[in-house]
């Protein structure tokens, strides 16, 4: 398509607004405007540019190549608006903005809140949004700021980093042990039932490591690490769970310690367009001095 020279800045802020939600509706609220007007405007935007600024994949609107080029330049255009604003309300130096983040289910819940809980106790210009999920982020992720991932730090679209490493072992509820008896070693498995992921839903292949237990049957299977804790409090079986989560639970207790310990990490990875960069650099030092905070508990066995 041949380019036009009528680019307009605010056509710019509604590429930026859908770059952060990934859907056309939730970019329309963001910006106070109607979802089909965004798409007629992200159109003209792109005649004007003579490119295809976005494309439509399974987890909604995701940028092409170009596009995230041109919404990386375009983030500018936010920090003057901040900026201006800020100056009409005598708040200059205010860190403001909101900060959306995408964390698996167990370290969400537990971990992320608190440290979240720092920055906007101390900044009250800063809001979060906090999406839980257990599923490995695409290189094209539309929608987050910040996304904590169970892998090792990967680069693309997205920067990442190692935010922690965490280890899983095996828990079993005192009552359990009293029905059936101490475990002595990995062979006593097979006559037990394990508790863990449901296998056809595993979407991170960091967390396949069932296959470690052939022959072990299961006893309660769930897409959620927080009733896989539940479950085995309850006497399901044998849970596979995160130290962090299991060890605080006064009715479980680790057993074959030495025998079955896997490590994992948690990556943090953060969009290059965020168009509240300095509300983000806050959460993620909070993140990180968080983690620091709990190593022991992450990881109890060194």
């Known amino acids: 398509m041949p380019p036009r020279d009528d680019v307009s800045t605010d056509d710019l802020r509604l590429l930026l607004a859908l770059a952060r939600t990934g859907r056309l509706v939730a970019a329309a609220a963001l910006v106070g405007i109607d979802h089909t007007t965004v798409r007629r405007r992200l159109r003209r935007l792109e005649s004007g540019l003579g490119v295809t600024l976005i494309e439509h994949g399974p987890d909604g609107w995701v940028l092409t190549e170009v596009g995230r080029s041109v919404v990386e330049r375009s983030v500018r255009l936010e920090d003057i608006v901040q900026d201006v ?3 009409v309300r005598g708040e200059e130096g205010t860190v403001r903005g909101t900060v959306r983040i995408a964390a698996p289910d167990g370290f969400g819940a537990t ?3 608190v440290a979240i809980a720092e920055v906007v106790r101390e900044h009250p210009g800063v809001s979060v949004e906090l999406v839980t999920m257990t599923r490995p982020l695409s290189p094209r992720a539309a929608g987050y ?3 904590v991932s169970i892998g090792e730090p990967r680069q693309g679209w997205l920067t990442s980093e190692l935010l922690t490493h965490y280890e899983l072992g095996l828990y079993v509820a005192h009552d359990y042990l009293r029905r059936h008896g101490p475990l002595r070693g990995t062979a006593d498995l097979a006559d ?3 508790v863990f992921y449901v296998d056809s839903h595993l979407a991170v292949a960091e967390l396949d490591l069932a296959r470690s237990f052939a022959g072990t049957g299961v006893g309660l299977a769930s897409t959620s690490v927080h009733a ?3 479950a085995t409090r309850g006497g399901a079986g044998i849970g596979l769970l995160p130290s962090f989560l299991a060890e605080p639970e006064p009715d ?3 057993v074959l310690p030495a025998e079955v ?3 994992l990490a948690y990556s943090l990875s953060r969009r290059r367009d965020s168009p509240a960069p300095e509300a983000v650099d806050l959460i993620r030092a909070a993140l990180h001095r968080h983690v620091a905070r709990h190593r022991s508990e992450l990881l109890p066995l060194g």
């Open 145 to 147: 700021d910040l996304s």
């Open 228 to 230: 896989q804790v539940a």
């Open 85 to 87: 604003r800020a100056a």
């Open 111 to 113: 971990l992320a809140p």
């Open 261 to 263: 310990r896997f490590v």
């Open 192 to 194: 037990h039932r394990l």
């Open 252 to 254: 479980l207790v680790r």
